[in-house]
């Protein structure tokens, strides 16, 4: 299948600095936003170390070389090489390692069960960076007076709740200044951190990676404490891979390279120089950088680039959402388009309003920055070792480098992240417990779907009918046709769908014109429209009509039929009439799958989105026809 989407990566030149900009705005608002609390998480946090000079030496070395070895290294140069068709992120990934483990059923499941692992943890993270980032930007008002401390939660909640309802509208107005804003932001960083370096120059000796191995081996216990907070510095690496997709691999690294990179490091420095000259600085170092005149302007400021960093996990749920249905992991959501120009740009009711509330119970239920680093950290590094273990296996297998090889460099990634996983397990009494359950409860939902699915199917599939013996049967005995055209939703494209032969028991009628469609899905990101659709025309001026879509496409039945036209398949829209069968679910014991998994998918399966909506069918052409199955 050949694949004509041209992806952000294939451009360079011009377009090049534009994209970067934009990549700004939109990949690395979380990682962008991460010295409003990493280092006071170190110092001040719920599991301080002490401000001694070898503490803060040894602290900053490892933050510097996290971001070197985690982000530059293993997602910048490595993983964004992972591609599929240019697309990124979690859910590409698995389809990626599924492609290359057909055949093997058992290889198969372990990377589903993986995969769904990660997006799991992706979204318990996704629940935790705006409550986080938001929180710690208006904590910024403590620092000028403590006047402001009853207001810091309840301004908190009405930036979350306005950022959550603007969703609706679409970002695209708002996404034109979101990289500006973030050129002021990281260009900020830089200059606070500079302006403290220059009276404490020695700080730089930090760059020097022996300050952090002395730190780990002088001080084990400490030390595992303090990777538990160095690991916020390099939450939002899995930004860069997901949404590699909108702007691609060039853009993102160059940003990265030649602005992000260095500025972040200067930050950070800078923070460590001043708790060297003022150790009281600790407890909010970020902000104590600034001069006494900046500081409110520089906490609106930071609280502007936490919503547009929450706006990118925000879009990246949806995202991956998306993706999930394509790939048969979650049920059917409304999806609403809030672009006429970008098809990336949707809107998920369902998903906003959850992490909505959500993120409302953690910032009410945390109260504080502190708190909520302990819930932070967990659900990042469980899914940087969840791409580090699907990467090893696509990097041996699709990149031909053998086991060997991958398995090598991936183990030097896993070493420190699993050091990383460590150090933040001891933070699940604190807080780390949340994402932990909700990555659980998802993955309980996800694996709930997919086997739910697959039992419905062979249960339909027991009740199969042969289509080429259906049409056999109507040569001799042909039922009354009447003028139209009718559509027939149906799975399996050499079967007899379900609502065919409920019409035509009810109804003892068949329309002149007769088409079957399925629908598949594959494991890329688009198929070109000259894939788009497969047909053949069969007896009795029956059609079969196979629609392809990959995993980010629009499903758009109507739209797909019209190419049917140069195959001689053309249709009226108000001549065509759709039929669709639904199933009613009844559970029972003793079946392939627990009773109470059972009672979970039949009431997802009752409360998922129409299919109608999904395909965009008119609704006023739909007939459905019910049946009940026993799972």
């Given at each position: 299948?050949?694949?004509?989407?041209?992806?952000?990566?294939?451009?360079?030149?011009?377009?090049?600095?534009?994209?970067?900009?934009?990549?700004?705005?939109?990949?690395?608002?979380?990682?962008?936003?991460?010295?409003?609390?990493?280092?006071?998480?170190?110092?001040?946090?719920?599991?301080?170390?002490?401000?001694?000079?070898?503490?803060?030496?040894?602290?900053?070395?490892?933050?510097?070389?996290?971001?070197?070895?985690?982000?530059?290294?293993?997602?910048?140069?490595?993983?964004?090489?992972?591609?599929?068709?240019?697309?990124?992120?979690?859910?590409?990934?698995?389809?990626?390692?599924?492609?290359?483990?057909?055949?093997?059923?058992?290889?198969?499941?372990?990377?589903?069960?993986?995969?769904?692992?990660?997006?799991?943890?992706?979204?318990?993270?996704?629940?935790?960076?705006?409550?986080?980032?938001?929180?710690?930007?208006?904590?910024?008002?403590?620092?000028?007076?403590?006047?402001?401390?009853?207001?810091?939660?309840?301004?908190?909640?009405?930036?979350?709740?306005?950022?959550?309802?603007?969703?609706?509208?679409?970002?695209?107005?708002?996404?034109?200044?979101?990289?500006?804003?973030?050129?002021?932001?990281?260009?900020?960083?830089?200059?606070?951190?500079?302006?403290?370096?220059?009276?404490?120059?020695?700080?730089?000796?930090?760059?020097?990676?022996?300050?952090?191995?002395?730190?780990?081996?002088?001080?084990?216990?400490?030390?595992?404490?303090?990777?538990?907070?160095?690991?916020?510095?390099?939450?939002?690496?899995?930004?860069?891979?997901?949404?590699?997709?909108?702007?691609?691999?060039?853009?993102?690294?160059?940003?990265?390279?030649?602005?992000?990179?260095?500025?972040?490091?200067?930050?950070?420095?800078?923070?460590?120089?001043?708790?060297?000259?003022?150790?009281?600085?600790?407890?909010?170092?970020?902000?104590?950088?600034?001069?006494?005149?900046?500081?409110?302007?520089?906490?609106?400021?930071?609280?502007?680039?936490?919503?547009?960093?929450?706006?990118?996990?925000?879009?990246?749920?949806?995202?991956?959402?998306?993706?999930?249905?394509?790939?048969?992991?979650?049920?059917?959501?409304?999806?609403?388009?809030?672009?006429?120009?970008?098809?990336?740009?949707?809107?998920?009711?369902?998903?906003?309003?959850?992490?909505?509330?959500?993120?409302?119970?953690?910032?009410?239920?945390?109260?504080?920055?502190?708190?909520?680093?302990?819930?932070?950290?967990?659900?990042?590094?469980?899914?940087?070792?969840?791409?580090?273990?699907?990467?090893?296996?696509?990097?041996?297998?699709?990149?031909?480098?053998?086991?060997?090889?991958?398995v090598l460099l991936f183990s030097c990634f896993l070493a420190v992240e699993l050091v990383f996983l460590a150090a933040n397990?001891?933070?699940?009494?604190?807080?780390?417990?949340?994402?932990?359950?909700?990555?659980?409860?998802?993955?309980?939902?996800?694996?709930?779907?997919?086997?739910?699915?697959?039992?419905?199917?062979?249960?339909?599939?027991?009740?199969?009918?042969?289509?080429?013996?259906?049409?056999?049967?109507?040569?001799?005995?042909?039922?009354?046709?009447?003028?139209?055209?009718?559509?027939?939703?149906?799975?399996?494209?050499?079967?007899?769908?379900?609502?065919?032969?409920?019409?035509?028991?009810?109804?003892?009628?068949?329309?002149?014109?007769?088409?079957?469609?399925?629908?598949?899905?594959?494991?890329?990101?688009?198929?070109?429209?000259?894939?788009?659709?497969?047909?053949?025309?069969?007896?009795?001026?029956?059609?079969?009509?196979?629609?392809?879509?990959?995993?980010?496409?629009?499903?758009?039945?109507?739209?797909?039929?019209?190419?049917?036209?140069?195959?001689?398949?053309?249709?009226?829209?108000?001549?065509?009439?759709?039929?669709?069968?639904?199933?009613?679910?009844?559970?029972?014991?003793?079946?392939?799958?627990?009773?109470?998994?059972?009672?979970?998918?039949?009431?997802?399966?009752?409360?998922?989105?129409?299919?109608?909506?999904?395909?965009?069918?008119?609704?006023?052409?739909?007939?459905?026809?019910?049946?009940?199955?026993?799972?």
């Amino acid at each position: 299948m050949s694949n004509s989407h041209t992806t952000a990566g294939d451009i360079s030149g011009k377009r090049l600095a534009v994209l970067a900009l934009a990549a700004l705005g939109v990949v690395y608002g979380d990682i962008g936003t991460s010295p409003l609390y990493a280092v006071k998480e170190v110092f001040a946090g719920n599991h301080p170390i002490p401000v001694t000079e070898a503490n803060i030496f040894g602290s900053l070395s490892l933050f510097f070389w996290a971001l070197i070895i985690i982000v530059s290294i293993k997602y910048v140069i490595f993983i964004m090489r992972a591609d599929n068709r240019g697309e990124g992120g979690v859910m590409a990934m698995i389809a990626l390692a599924l492609h290359e483990a057909q055949g093997s059923p058992k290889q198969m499941k372990a990377i589903m069960i993986v995969g769904i692992l990660g997006a799991a943890m992706f979204y318990g993270d996704g629940m935790v960076t705006p409550a986080m980032s938001v929180l710690s930007a208006v904590e910024g008002l403590e620092v000028a007076t403590p006047a402001f401390k009853p207001f810091v939660i309840p301004i908190t909640m009405l930036v979350l709740f306005g950022l959550f309802f603007v969703q609706r509208s679409g970002t695209a107005v708002v996404g034109a200044f979101f990289g500006p804003v973030m050129v002021l932001w990281f260009s900020t960083l830089a200059l606070l951190g500079i302006a403290s370096i220059v009276d404490h120059p020695a700080i730089l000796s930090a760059l020097n990676p022996a300050y952090g191995l002395d730190f780990l081996l002088a001080n084990k216990a400490m030390a595992l404490v303090a990777m538990g907070n160095v690991v916020l510095a390099v939450t939002g690496a899995e930004a860069l891979y997901a949404d590699m997709g909108h702007f691609g691999r060039k853009p993102i690294q160059r940003a990265w390279f030649f602005f992000v990179l260095p500025a972040l490091v200067l930050n950070y420095f800078g923070q460590g120089a001043l708790i060297l000259a003022e150790p009281e600085a600790a407890a909010s170092p970020f902000f104590h950088l600034a001069p006494d005149w900046a500081l409110y302007p520089l906490v609106g400021l930071a609280t502007l680039s936490t919503v547009i960093a929450c706006q990118a996990v925000i879009s990246g749920a949806f995202s991956v959402t998306r993706q999930a249905m394509q790939l048969g992991f979650m049920p059917r959501m409304e999806v609403q388009h809030t672009s006429d120009k970008e098809a990336g740009q949707i809107y998920l009711p369902a998903v906003n309003w959850g992490l909505m509330l959500a993120v409302m119970i953690l910032v009410l239920g945390f109260k504080s920055s502190n708190n909520l680093a302990a819930a932070y950290g967990i659900a990042v590094t469980g899914d940087m070792v969840i791409t580090s273990l699907l990467a090893t296996f696509v990097v041996a297998r699709t990149w031909k480098w053998g086991w060997t090889r991958a398995v090598l460099l991936f183990s030097c990634f896993l070493a420190v992240e699993l050091v990383f996983l460590a150090a933040n397990i001891l933070k699940i009494p604190d807080g780390g417990w949340f994402p932990l359950i909700a990555g659980m409860v998802v993955f309980i939902l996800m694996t709930t779907w997919k086997r739910g699915r697959q039992l419905l199917s062979e249960r339909l599939q027991g009740e199969r009918l042969e289509l080429s013996l259906f049409l056999e049967s109507l040569a001799s005995s042909m039922p009354t046709r009447v003028s139209g055209t009718s559509v027939f939703l149906n799975a399996d494209p050499k079967g007899v769908p379900h609502a065919l032969l409920h019409n035509l028991m009810h109804n003892k009628v068949l329309h002149e014109r007769v088409v079957l469609v399925s629908v598949q899905f594959y494991d890329v990101p688009y198929v070109p429209d000259i894939d788009r659709v497969e047909v053949r025309q069969l007896k009795e001026n029956f059609w079969s009509v196979v629609i392809q879509y990959g995993f980010k496409d629009e499903p758009d039945i109507p739209a797909a039929l019209q190419l049917c036209a140069d195959s001689g398949l053309e249709f009226s829209s108000l001549e065509t009439s759709y039929f669709i069968g639904r199933e009613t679910l009844i559970p029972r014991l003793n079946s392939d799958m627990a009773f109470w998994r059972e009672k979970i998918f039949i009431a997802m399966f009752r409360n998922a989105g129409s299919a109608t909506a999904f395909f965009k069918i008119p609704s006023n052409r739909v007939v459905e026809l019910g049946t009940q199955v026993v799972l």
